[in-house]
C-alpha cells in the first residue's frame, strides 16, 4: 500500500507561535468552531500522530468527540476512533499518560533498538510497539503506517519538530494552518516551526488551497509539495 496522505494540523498565533513558553498553562489558540472542524478532521483520518514531547507537555487524550460522527464512521465499516500514534527516540512514554487509556488502538513508533526496549519497559502490553530505524526514520515511519497498519490519510497535530521535519523532508502532502488574534511575544515560547532546509529554499511559494475565516481565526490550506517561485 502506498505511504498514507499526510496532513498537518496546527494553529498559531500572529506571530508564529504555538504556545507560550514551556511550563506555563497552555495556551488555547482557536474558537470553539474551529474546534468543531479539527474534530471532523479527526473523524476523517485513519490515524492521528502526535510526538511524545506533546504527550508530555499536553496529555492529551486526542479523541474524535462527535457522537454523530463516531457512528459514521462504524456505519462506514471503520473504527470508531481513528488509531492513534505517537513516536519516540527515547522511550520514556509514562503509562498513566490519558492518550494510552481512551480511544480505539494505539501505536508506538519507537526510533531505534533502546527506544524500543525502554517503550516496552514503560508500556508492556498496553500498546503496539513498532520499532523503526534511526536512518530515514520519517520514511520508514510512513511506510509502516501504510503498509502494516493500512492507513490511508494521517492527521499529524505536532509538535513544531514533527511538522518541521515532514515539511523539511517534503513528505507533508497538506497544511491546515489555523492563525489566531493572538500575539506572543515570548522569545523562549514554543514555535510552530524551526530551522531547516524547506524545499525550493525561501523564494519557494506554496500553492494556496483554501482560506476561511471562522469567527476570529483564519484557517489556511496549502499544498507543500506544490511550489512555484512566482506568485500565483
Do not use: C
Not at 456505519?75 to 470508531?80: F, I, T, V
Request: net charge negative.
Amino acid at each position: 500500500m502506498p505511504r498514507p496522505y499526510v496532513l498537518l494540523s496546527a494553529a498559531v498565533s500572529l506571530d508564529g507561535y504555538l504556545d507560550t513558553r514551556p511550563g506555563e498553562d497552555r495556551l488555547l489558540l482557536s474558537n470553539s468552531a474551529d474546534f468543531d472542524r479539527v474534530d471532523s478532521v479527526r473523524a476523517s483520518v485513519d490515524a492521528i500522530l502526535v510526538g511524545a514531547g506533546t504527550l508530555r507537555a499536553d496529555n492529551p487524550r486526542l479523541l474524535v468527540n462527535s457522537e454523530e460522527r463516531r457512528a459514521a464512521r462504524v456505519a462506514a465499516g471503520q473504527p470508531e476512533y481513528p488509531l492513534k500514534v505517537t513516536i519516540t527516540g527515547t522511550g520514556d512514554l509514562d503509562p498513566n499518560w490519558k492518550f494510552w487509556h481512551h480511544g480505539g488502538e494505539k501505536l508506538v513508533l519507537a526510533v531505534g533498538n533502546k527506544a524500543a526496549e525502554r517503550a516496552h519497559a514503560n508500556l508492556g502490553n498496553l500498546v503496539t510497539i513498532q520499532g523503526i530505524p534511526t536512518e530515514a526514520t520519517w520514511q520508514t515511519a510512513l511506510d509502516v503506517l501504510g503498509d502494516i497498519h493500512g492507513v490511508q490519510r494521517l492527521m499529524v497535530e505536532g509538535g513544531g519538530a514533527i511538522h518541521t521535519q515532514l515539511l523539511a523532508e517534503s513528505l507533508a502532502d497538506e497544511l491546515q494552518l489555523v492563525i489566531a488574534p493572538l500575539l506572543v511575544g515570548q522569545p523562549d515560547a514554543v514555535r510552530m516551526l524551526g530551522p531547516a532546509h524547506y524545499l525550493g529554499g525561501p523564494t519557494a511559494r506554496l500553492r494556496l488551497l483554501e482560506t476561511r475565516q471562522i469567527g476570529d481565526v483564519v484557517l489556511l490550506r496549502y499544498a507543500p509539495k506544490d511550489i512555484s517561485t512566482e506568485p500565483r
